[in-house]
């Protein structure tokens, strides 16, 4: 059981709670996490950035605005990135209000407090290094973080860890720096490049509105670095109709922000 695919029912699509249970709860909060293991999802996906002081944290956005009261707790500091805040001011921040008053005091999570959850659950990360080209280095600062946390042990590397991203140098980097960890490129290569993406990536995952059952099959006929057919998880589906179309053209995951729609959609549940 080393892919994705494997870990489902046999003919099942892996679905993938998309920064957490994102459509209920607020996205990239352990209280997202939770909500995915209540619904029964056991793969979560998550957004990886780097503070001042050099502290990994879950968020997506590049700057603290959209998911955070940032602009109320340290008005004059705009343009508000992530970069720019130390990891105790960002932990002072709430990033849950903006989801609506039940989710007030969901805090932005550092990577390790995010892993601890996953573990206690026993869950499962498709983790995302965002922006990279904004944190020089920072596929090793993962890797360290993921080593000490005991991320890196057979265990976790077998079955609870895809490291991805939309710059290929990234996974490169990552699949350099440690030829273990399973890795996923964000994006849609043109057919005549996958050759070149199967010798560092293990993951295909195309934008839906790319997908077609054709190109899903041209990934699927490439070993990746371990050996086994390249995976194909789509982003981010949470319509019910376009969860059955990427299902048919054969994808191994759908990424989402409401894994229990989805998996109903796909007649799963
Ligand atoms: O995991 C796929 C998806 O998260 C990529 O886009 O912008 O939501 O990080 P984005
Ligand atoms: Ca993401």
Redesign the pocket.
């Known amino acids: 059981a080393l892919s994705t695919q494997a870990l489902a029912g046999e003919g099942e699509v892996v679905v993938i709670a998309?920064?957490g249970a994102s459509a209920q709860a607020p996205e990239n909060t352990l209280a997202a996490v939770d909500l995915a293991d209540e619904l029964g999802f056991d793969w979560i996906?998550n957004?990886v950035q780097r503070t001042k002081d050099d502290v990994l944290v879950v968020i997506?956005d590049t700057d603290l605005k959209r998911t955070t009261d940032v602009e109320e707790v340290f008005p004059g500091r705009a343009p508000w990135k992530v970069r720019d805040f130390t990891a105790d001011e960002i932990a002072q921040l709430d990033a849950g209000s903006w989801k609506g008053g039940a989710h007030a005091g969901a805090r932005v999570p550092t990577l390790r407090e995010f892993l601890h959850r996953l573990d206690a659950n026993g869950q499962r990360l498709?983790l995302?290094i965002?922006a990279p080209e904004q944190y020089p280095g920072i596929e090793k600062d993962v890797l360290e973080v993921l080593s000490q946390e005991q991320w890196l042990d057979r265990r976790h590397l077998r079955n609870r860890l895809v490291v991805?991203s939309?710059s290929a140098a990234s996974v490169r980097a990552v699949h350099d720096a440690r030829p273990d960890v399973r890795t996923g490129f964000?994006g849609t290569p043109e057919p005549a490049d996958l050759g070149s993406y199967a010798s560092f990536t293990d993951q295909i995952?195309p934008r839906s509105t790319t997908l077609t059952a054709a190109y899903v099959a041209s990934v699927h006929a490439l070993d990746g670095p371990h050996g086994r057919p390249l995976e194909v998880?789509t982003?981010?589906v949470n319509d019910p109709e376009e969860a059955r179309r990427a299902a048919r053209t054969g994808v191994d995951g759908i990424?989402t922000n409401a894994p229990d729609v989805v998996e109903e959609a796909l007649g799963q549940d």
């Open positions: 998309h920064r996906e957004d997506h498709l995302e965002k991805q939309f964000l995952n998880n982003w981010t990424i």
